[in-house]
Structure formats: C-alpha cells, structure tokens
C-alpha cells in the first residue's frame, strides 16, 4: 500500500526573494524591540533559515542588516505622503496621515527604534536615512502646495510641521495610543493649516499659497468645522482689531 500523502514542493528563492524575505523578518522584530535587543539568531529564526544564510545576505553582520532594514522602512514611509495633487489639502494630508500613522500604529513600540534614534547601533548613515525621510515627506507636502521655489518661511513652516507630526507619534504611543488615530489625524492637519495661516501673516508667498488652498476647501470639510469650532473661542478678543 503505498501512502498518497502529497508532499510540499519546495521552491527556492532568488536572491532578491530571500533578501525581502530576512528583511521583512528583522522589520518585524525592530518593530516589537530595540535594536540591540534583536540578534541575528532571532532573525533567522523569525524568517525560519539558518544563521549563516543571515551573514550571507549581510555580510557586515546585524548592523548591515539594521541599516537596510531601516532603510526599507524610510522608503515606506517617504511614499506615504505621495498623493495626487487633486481635491482639497486638507482631504489630501488626511489621506497621508493615515498611511503614515498606520505605519506607526503597525510598528508599534519600535517606530521610535526604527526613527526616533538613541540606540546603540545608530550611526551618522542611520541618521542620514531618518533625515531623508523628513526631507522627503517635507517635499511632497510642497508639491501639494504647488510651491516650485519656497522661500525660508515656508520651507521651515513645512519642515516644521513634519517635525512635529513625528513628535507627536512617538508621544501618542507613549500616551497608549490615546486619542484614536482619526482624532489625531484631523487634529495634525488642523495644526498645518494654523501654522500655514500664521506664516502667511509675515509671508506673500505663504499668503498666496493660503488663499489657493481655502479655495478648494467646501464649507462643509475640514477647515470650516475648524473655523467653527475656533470662532467661540475667540469672540470675546475683539477688542484686539
């Protein structure tokens, strides 16, 4: 009697398979644990390979692979605030704000190993890659304001902002992921659009990108609600026009 059991066909990867498939793996683990907890064992053991075929792919070892882990992330991220420059801002850094605060929700307690810095296994090319994130994400939020040459004001505005969006990622987990992710969504984007209207008070060319942009925005979205919200609050300061 012979068994008719099916066997598992193996399948072996190519080179670029399996380097995504460690990577993916060590990503995993910097997601949950800081870097200098997670060794190159856990990680063969997590993609379910041996520990010589780690070193194969990264030569230099957990600092090789951590710098390309990272940098896979950095790529994730810099994409999430890539968006089509149709509809209203708001609408538009509404929709890159929830890619990006679903990479941090995912990530967890690593997002601050992966971007905040501070761990054992940092070096200036680990923070070369965190800076370009920023400056990526600082470009994309100036081809949504349709800006080719921003001045100083709006450059730093925007750079700024950016700033304080990691900022405040990194305090919403200390804080057990409170208020919910739509709340602090809205309420980052709330926060641009007041510090672009301060901006504009002191800059023509912020000014100018103010107007275009509360052009596009319905009574209805985002700015409006704002604006009612703000109106109670500021009533009583009439005396100061």
Known sequence: MTSETPTRAYRRLSVEERRSQLLEAALSLFAHRAPEEVSLDD?????????????????GGKQQLYEAALRSAAEELEHC???PPQGPLTQRLSRALDRYLAFVDQHDAGFSALLQGGSVVETSRTTAIVDGVRRAAAEH?????????????LRMTVRMWITAVEAASLIW???DKEPPLDELRDWLVEQF???????????????GVVKAALALEPADGAVGAMARRLLPVIEDAAHLL
């Open 43 to 59: 990680v063969a053991e997590a993609a379910g390979v041996s520990r010589p075929l780690v070193y194969r792919y990264f030569p």
């Open 141 to 153: 939020i100036l081809d949504h304001l349709a800006v080719a040459e921003p001045g100083p004001r």
């Open 193 to 207: 659009v007041v510090a672009l209207a301060a901006t504009a008070g002191r800059d023509p060319q912020a000014a």
């Open 173 to 175: 987990l200390d804080e």
């Open 81 to 83: 605030f890539s968006e």
